[in-house]
């Protein structure tokens, strides 16, 4: 079968990157994970990458002059792989406007929480400071903002009393894994129709 190709982005453990790995070996999965862009060099997501062959494009902002000028190599490595989709999956960098308007509406993010509520990086917290009942993740579009592109699916997570960060993160993590790679799956499969803050799989 021809699978979309996909280029997803990470800084962090990479635990939602291994999903997304885990699901594109399977033989009926509709997309292929073709590389890895990252802006850690000795990141898990990177480790996770090559140890399952697939490329990994390090960009790391302390070797740029400027931010245009990292922008600029970011998509010129992206389009190496000529996406169709891009995935964001806990890549803690804004993307520049470069890189947003070589790919327009073809970038998605998953977010821990169920957005607008709580965007950035301290989202997890963020509730948890708030005394939520209730928290979640988001897969939305990427736009010139932070988290605030159009959302593309959402699930609801319960927030337990006696929750920390880090317990309450995990949850969340559990429940993304899922999202990305569903979500995913529809989208390789049957597109995306943006609308203004609308965004609908056919």
């Not at 997890?124 to 699916?153: E, I, N, R």
Request: glycine fraction near 8%; proline fraction near 7%; hydrophobic fraction near 45%.
């Amino acid at each position: 079968m021809n699978r979309v190709p996909v280029v997803a982005l990470a800084s962090g453990t990479g635990t939602i990157f291994q999903a997304l790995l885990d699901a594109a070996f399977e033989t009926d999965y509709p997309a292929d994970v073709v590389a890895l862009l990252t802006d850690k060099p000795g990141s898990g997501a990177a480790r996770r990458a090559r140890g399952a062959g697939v490329p990994v494009h390090v960009v790391d902002p302390t070797e740029f002059s400027d931010r245009a000028a990292w922008d600029a190599a970011l998509t010129a490595a992206a389009q190496t792989y000529a996406p169709e989709w891009l995935i964001s999956v806990g890549f803690m960098r804004i993307l520049g406007p470069t890189f947003l308007d070589a790919f327009p509406q073809r970038i998605l993010n998953t977010h821990p929480s169920l957005l607008p509520s709580f965007p950035g990086k301290q989202a997890v917290s963020d509730a948890l400071a708030y005394g939520v009942t209730v928290t979640g993740c988001t897969l939305h579009v990427v736009d010139s903002g932070v988290d605030t592109g159009p959302v593309v699916a959402q699930r609801v997570v319960e927030v337990m009393p006696g929750d920390t960060d880090a317990v309450l993160h995990d949850r969340i993590k559990t429940v993304e894994r899922q999202l990305v790679v569903e979500v995913l799956d529809r989208v390789a499969t049957n597109g995306l129709i943006i609308t203004g803050r609308k965004a609908h799989i056919p």
